[in-house]
């Protein structure tokens, strides 16, 4: 009697987990050339890891793969000589960012079963010390960066009102004109002169 045939489910494919309701904290080893990025779970299981240069061209590449995840927090390296352009571009995107000292990493990395240097373990290490230490200092826009950046926005919302002005009162003007109200022509200046003199 001939044996069926045995059947493998090694070609299943396995559920994607569901990231909705976990952060997902990404930790960083940053270097000159290049930044290491580990992500892992609430629970410190890596979900993730990336290489990207040390530039702002370089830093699109980790905003993007950071997009899979809907909650992020970004934890880096306290070596602000060299994560400060990193810092700096995760801010203006909107992602939280903690700063993490290096002792601070020391137990996990002591616990790594690689041994020698490694920037997976190191930016791991860094993960998991955000995940495990409480009250790590929160990185903000450099306050001048932040000055700029709100007087721009406050220029922006001027320039804006003073567009929604000048429609009024070209408006206005079409108005009078269909009335056959004459007033004086000479631009801003003369538009201002007439609307303030007694018998405007």
């Given at each position: 009697m001939?044996a069926c ?5 090694s070609?299943a ?5 569901d990231w909705?309701?976990?952060?997902i904290?990404?930790g960083?080893?940053a270097h000159?050339?290049t930044?290491?990025l580990?992500?892992v779970d609430d629970i410190g299981r890596q979900?993730?890891?990336?290489t990207v ?8 590449p980790a905003?993007?793969?950071a997009?899979q995840?809907p909650?992020v ?8 000589h ?5 810092e700096?571009?995760l801010?203006?995107r909107?992602y939280a ?10 137990v996990h990395r ?7 240097k ?5 930016a791991?290490a860094v993960?998991?010390?955000?995940l495990r230490?409480?009250n ?5 826009l ?6 700029v950046?709100?007087l721009s926005?406050?220029r ?13 009162l ?6 009078l004109?269909?009335?056959n ?7 801003s200046g003369g538009?201002a002169s007439?609307?303030s003199?007694?018998?405007g």
């Open positions: 001939e045939p045995r059947t493998h489910r070609d494919i396995a559920p994607q987990p909705s309701h976990q952060l904290v990404i960083v080893d000159k050339s930044h290491t580990v992500a979900v993730g890891q990336r240069k040390a530039t702002t061209e370089g830093h699109l905003i993007e793969w997009a995840w909650q927090q970004f934890a880096l390296d306290d070596c602000r060299v994560t400060r352009r990193l700096s571009d801010l203006r909107g960012v903690v700063r993490v000292k290096t002792q601070l990493m020391a002591r616990s790594a079963r690689q041994p020698g490694s920037d997976p373990i190191d791991q993960a998991m010390a955000a230490e409480e790590l200092p929160i990185a903000q450099d306050g001048p960066t932040r000055e950046k709100l926005d406050h922006r919302n001027l320039v804006c009102e003073r567009t929604k002005l000048i429609n009024r070209r408006w206005h003007l079409h108005e004109e269909t009335l109200l004459s007033f004086p022509c000479g631009g538009i007439w609307m003199s007694p018998n």
